[in-house]
């Protein structure tokens, strides 16, 4: 059974920092894409960032678009999200997700095994 399990959230001030990682359990890491969600409260899960599974290809959500860096270590199994220039509207929890799909996608059927979240918060 494939388990998640996000760290990095916080607390953070308008232009600042945080990185997300997410580390994938209980099968082998290079057999999935990943991807990383967020969910506003009262708003629906949306896609982030995404990584296919060989690493070599990766997509962003228009909105982090040059703020965020999404990355993978297979050694580690675990996929990373890099966030700059946090901006208040980023605020939310963050879930990682693994499809076996090789390619990324964006929608949330497309992937099977979420993580449990992490709370994301970004003060003006």
């Known amino acids: 059974q494939v388990q998640l399990v996000e760290s990095g959230g916080g607390l953070v001030q308008a232009g600042g920092s945080l990185r997300l990682s997410c580390v994938l359990s209980?099968?082998?890491?290079?057999?999935?894409?990943m991807g990383w969600f967020r969910q506003a409260p009262e708003k629906e899960r949306e896609f982030v960032a995404g990584?296919?599974?060989?690493?070599?290809?990766?997509e962003y959500a228009d909105s982090v678009k040059g703020r965020f860096t999404i990355s993978a270590d297979n050694a580690k199994n675990s996929v990373y999200l890099q966030m700059n220039n946090l901006k208040p509207e980023d605020t939310a929890v963050y879930f990682c997700?693994?499809?076996?799909?090789?390619?990324?996608?964006?929608?949330?059927?497309?992937?099977?095994?979420w993580g449990q979240g992490t709370q994301v918060t970004v003060s003006s």
């Open positions: 997700a693994a499809s076996s799909w090789t390619a990324v996608f964006r929608m949330t059927g497309d992937y099977t095994y």
């Open positions: 209980g099968r082998t890491f290079s057999m999935y894409s």
């Open positions: 990584i296919s599974r060989s690493g070599e290809s990766t």
